[in-house]
């Protein structure tokens, strides 16, 4: 059973332009969501995160917006570049020491 | 220093043999992790050690063995692993109450022939 879903596997953005990616959960007990990314050859790091108490949360051109009714959260970057290419990891987290992760998202920025 | 370091980058080994990977943090985190990432596919947890004690094991085969020395280290035994085996084995720290903000290591991609 996935409890989060990244239904795009890839996605393709113009430089400059926003890219929205999106993931959706199934488990209502999870409260905290994050954002990792990752570049080949290397370990994912940690982008950006929200809370369950809140409906939004920015960090420079990175905003995370969470919709808990439709168990649904996206990641917006404005204005994308270059190197935000890479694999996006969506991840939940529901009070036990595990985090869950999604599928993941293939971000191409083309110049 | 927000650094995980993980050794060796890359192994190969053979079904018989044994190895260890090893992973190291100096941020003072109580929690490291093990992951283990196949191609195209999310990391999966393998084991959580909290204050240097295991405490999650996820169904992992006795084939992998892991152990923390100290608070600062973390390793994987390998002993008779199977080509299904082979995938990014992932290192992961984070603070105690923190379970969710994990820092990880660059990985040590693992061939099993």
């Known amino acids: 059973d996935q409890q989060v879903k990244q239904n795009s596997p890839s996605l393709s953005v113009q430089e400059g332009r926003i890219s929205i990616l999106n993931c959706d959960y199934t488990?209502?007990?999870?409260?905290?969501f994050l954002w990792y990314k990752k570049y080949p050859a290397e370990g994912p790091t940690f982008l950006i995160s929200?809370?369950?108490?809140?409906d939004k949360n920015e960090d420079g051109r990175f905003t995370v917006f969470l919709n808990k009714s439709a168990k649904h959260l996206s990641l917006h970057i404005v204005p994308s570049q270059p190197g935000d290419s890479a694999v996006y990891f969506c991840a939940a987290s529901g009070g036990a020491q595990k985090l869950v992760f999604g599928q993941g998202t293939r971000l191409t920025i083309n110049p | 220093d927000t650094e995980v370091t993980q050794t060796p980058k890359h192994l190969v080994m053979g079904m018989t043999n044994k190895k260890s990977l090893k992973c190291e943090q100096h941020?003072?985190?109580?929690?490291m992790y093990w992951y283990k990432q196949k191609a195209k596919k999310p990391p999966e947890l393998m084991f959580v050690?909290?204050?240097?004690?295991?405490?999650i094991n996820e169904s992992v085969p006795s084939r992998f063995s892991p152990e923390c020395p100290n608070s600062s280290l973390l390793n994987l035994h390998l002993h008779a692993l199977q080509p299904e085996d082979s995938a990014l084995y992932l290192c992961?720290?984070?603070?105690?109450?923190?379970?969710?903000?994990?820092?990880f290591g660059s990985g040590t991609q693992l061939s099993v022939l």
């Open positions: 941020m003072g985190h109580r929690a």
């Open positions: 050690y909290s204050y240097e004690k295991l405490s």
């Open positions: 992961a720290s984070s603070q105690a109450n923190r379970h969710e903000k994990l820092f």
């Open positions: 929200i809370s369950s108490i809140k």
């Open positions: 488990n209502s007990m999870f409260d905290y």
